[in-house]
């Protein structure tokens, strides 16, 4: 199992919201909105919001967030990088990366260091 973590910048401390966290998983309700899903209970917020269990939903009907910042103005959101446009929600800028994107890169905010991934030391399973 993997080992859970998140990104921080180690000089100004800019932490990163971390995917591996979990909550990013998203189903389409039959209005065509996106539904999140918590990541205790996910198999039943599925079968609830599409009627379908988790393992015969159509892939079209379910997708999952990264979590990002935007580079120019420091936003974070959510993106689906399958399926959606790299645009800030905040600036409009299209500099809007994921966490373990930049891994190892200038750190958005100081730009003195970069961003490092920072490990837990628990496992997913654990969670």
């Known amino acids: 199992m993997p080992i859970l973590s998140w990104y921080e910048c180690q000089k100004c401390h800019l932490r990163l919201d971390s995917s591996a966290f979990g909550n990013n998983l998203y189903v389409i309700n039959d209005d065509g909105k996106r539904v999140p899903c918590e990541?205790?209970?996910?198999?039943?917020?599925?079968?609830?919001?599409?009627?379908?269990?988790?393992?015969?939903?159509?892939?079209?009907?379910?997708?999952y967030y990264d979590y990002c910042i935007c580079t120019d103005c420091l936003e974070s959101c959510k993106v689906d990088l399958k399926h959606d446009s790299r645009i800030c929600p905040k600036c409009g800028g299209d500099k809007v990366f994921a966490d373990h994107e930049l891994k190892g890169k200038p750190c958005p905010?100081?730009?003195?260091?970069?961003?490092?991934?920072?490990?837990?030391?628990?496992h997913f399973s654990n969670m």
């Open 109 to 122: 905010r100081c730009k003195d260091d970069t961003v490092a991934e920072i490990s837990t030391g628990m």
């Open 39 to 63: 990541r205790l209970g996910f198999f039943q917020a599925v079968a609830r919001i599409t009627g379908f269990t988790f393992w015969s939903v159509p892939k079209d009907r379910i997708g």
